[in-house]
């Protein structure tokens, strides 16, 4: 079963950025539709951002302009780059494939605040 380890969170102002990378652990994941996933405390899980093999990307209303999802198929890991952060972005992301078929991982925290 394939795992996924993400990291680059942290503590940021309003408006600053930070980019997320997640590794998988086997190299077939490239052949699958990724996401990146969300969850605030108090909330449920959700799907902020997602890609295809071929680089196609979609977006939820409230990231849109803001994040952008990359891969790189041939190091098994995906990105989000997080701009003009906002404190409601703050939450545990998470990366998985699209539609979740694997365990979650340990995920990572981003906070935004002054």
């Known amino acids: 079963q394939v795992q996924f380890v993400e990291s680059g969170g942290g503590l940021v102002q309003p408006g600053g950025s930070l980019r997320l990378s997640c590794a998988a652990s086997r190299s077939d994941v490239s052949i699958y539709v990724m996401g990146w996933y969300r969850q605030a405390p108090g909330k449920q899980r959700e799907l902020v951002a997602r890609i295809t093999r071929g680089g196609s990307r979609n977006y939820a209303d409230s990231v849109k302009g803001r994040f952008t999802i990359s891969r790189d198929n041939g190091k098994n890991t995906v990105f989000l780059q997080m701009n003009s952060l906002k404190p409601e972005d703050t939450a545990v992301y998470y990366c998985?494939?699209?539609?979740?078929?694997?365990?979650w991982g340990q995920g990572t925290q981003v906070t935004v605040s002054s």
């Open positions: 998985n494939t699209s539609p979740v078929s694997t365990t």
